[in-house]
């Protein structure tokens, strides 16, 4: 049980001891378990365990309600994108090494999703435009193209992780043909943003170098001869003042975005295969692919936590805790999705309601929910179309990615054999 000091609802975060660690609860069998057991003890804002790095806990607060984080979300002048802002980079605190220190640079890297207000809009706006100008036909021929390659290197029939097989070569090979990259280049990108994801602090640290070093040399070839994808329409973005600046931005889709994709994907693929009722559902016409992809994203998020957390500028009350200047708040993503204040039995709130938050609100708001859906329900559609998939669920259950940020099945154990076309999902 954490140990508080101070008056209730006046915690100082660095005062409380017992806290939960964030990857605890996004790889546990049920996070929501979780969430409401901190809930119970301390309403929609609770202080949690970002990291441990030998004797020193990097704490700061889950912000588990709906309408506190989509507060939080909103208000980037109140709460700051900018780890500059945050006490343990400007009180010197952060021990060297850590995973999270390669999320939080004290010194923004230039893109937007290290800044607030004016040089976040300068940013931001070319990813916006470049995705404005994605050629969405292209992109779901190359994903087709790329679930067909990866349907027939696991050949007619045969048994395996369908995740290695099929979800995480599909979700990040489509990902990095659409920026831009050969294959050859995307699997390595694949390799580097795993240990992005889950690696300890150095190699964190040195994933995330060796994938600006690629998105700079992809860069430079691109001003040389041309070429095709996202990066090509960000290099001739006239926000831009210079090449790391346009490879710095293009590091979230390369990194982040593919990691999330996967997760996307797997876990659609994961309720589909091992809830009969929902697949008779799917089958019979009841639920649509669209409407399948958009329960995963309120049930079972493939963004449990943001790993982008906010920076309190000054102290400000949030759901009856005191946040202090200085204090991180991480985004909870799954506990807001789940928030029993802000669902209600009524039927009326259910009909096409998108208030979920699997992709962000406010100004930092996912800017690819479109691309993101593109590739996700063409990766399902042509599994489920040409394949005859079955789930043999362990006992003990399947094990869960050990990430704070990204929940999905680490594996999917199953049999597989080659159909005839069943035709589109719907
Ligand atoms: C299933 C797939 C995806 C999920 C669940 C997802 C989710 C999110 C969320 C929740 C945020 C906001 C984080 C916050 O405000 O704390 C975000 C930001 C972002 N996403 Fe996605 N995303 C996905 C795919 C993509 C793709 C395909 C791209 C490709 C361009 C992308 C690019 C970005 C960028 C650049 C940001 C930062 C924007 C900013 O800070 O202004 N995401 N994403």
């Not at 020193?56 to 500059?84: K, P, Y």
Request: hydrophobic letters at 40%; a negative charge.
């Amino acid at each position: 049980m954490p140990q508080r000091t101070g008056q209730a609802g006046a915690e100082c975060l660095e005062e409380l001891s017992g806290l939960t660690n964030l990857a605890k609860i996004t790889s546990s069998p049920d996070p929501q378990a979780h969430y409401a057991e901190l809930r119970t003890q301390w309403g929609s804002v609770a202080p949690i365990e970002i990291e441990r790095k030998g004797d020193t806990v990097i704490s700061g607060w889950l912000v588990l309600g709906h309408a506190e984080n989509c507060h939080v979300m909103r208000d980037e002048l109140q709460f700051s994108r900018n780890a500059a802002n945050w006490r343990w980079n400007y009180d010197d605190l952060l021990p060297p090494g850590t995973a999270i220190g390669a999320f939080t640079p004290a010194e923004p890297r230039p893109t937007a999703f290290y800044h607030d207000d004016t040089e976040r809009q300068r940013l931001r706006e070319p990813l916006d435009d470049a995705l404005e100008a994605l050629d969405e036909r292209a992109v779901r021929d190359q994903t087709t193209y790329m679930c067909e390659k990866v349907i027939e290197r696991m050949g007619v029939s045969g048994a395996g992780d369908l995740v290695r097989a099929y979800c995480q070569p599909v979700g990040f090979l489509a990902m990095t043909t659409t920026l831009g990259f050969d294959l050859e280049t995307g699997g390595r990108l694949m390799t580097d943003a795993a240990t992005v994801v889950d690696g300890d602090g150095d190699e964190v640290a040195a994933a995330l170098t060796r994938t600006l070093d690629t998105v700079m040399e992809h860069i430079g070839r691109v001003r040389q001869d041309g070429g095709q994808g996202l990066i090509t329409h960000l290099v001739s973005h006239k926000n831009f003042a210079h090449d790391v600046e346009i490879a710095t931005s293009a590091i979230v889709p390369v990194s982040g975005a593919a990691i999330f994709l996967t997760a996307w994907i797997t876990q659609t693929l994961h309720q589909v295969l091992a809830d009969r009722k929902f697949a008779a559902r799917v089958s019979g016409g009841r639920i649509t692919l669209d409407g399948t992809l958009d329960e995963v994203l309120w049930h079972r998020s493939p963004i449990s936590h943001s790993p982008a957390p906010r920076y309190a500028r000054n102290d400000v009350e949030l759901g009856g805790r005191l946040i202090r200047k200085g204090d991180a708040l991480v985004m909870g993503i799954a506990a807001a999705n789940a928030d029993p204040a802000a669902h209600t039995d009524d039927q009326r709130d259910k009909i096409d309601n998108r208030s979920h938050l699997s992709w962000g609100t406010g100004p930092h708001a996912c800017p690819a929910p479109r691309l993101a859906r593109l590739i996700a329900r063409t990766a399902v559609d042509h599994l489920l179309r040409h394949m005859d998939i079955t789930l043999r669920v362990p006992d003990g259950g399947l094990p869960w990615a050990s990430s704070p940020w990204v929940r999905h099945p680490t594996q999917l154990p199953v049999t597989w054999h080659r159909a005839a076309d069943h035709g589109a999902i719907g």
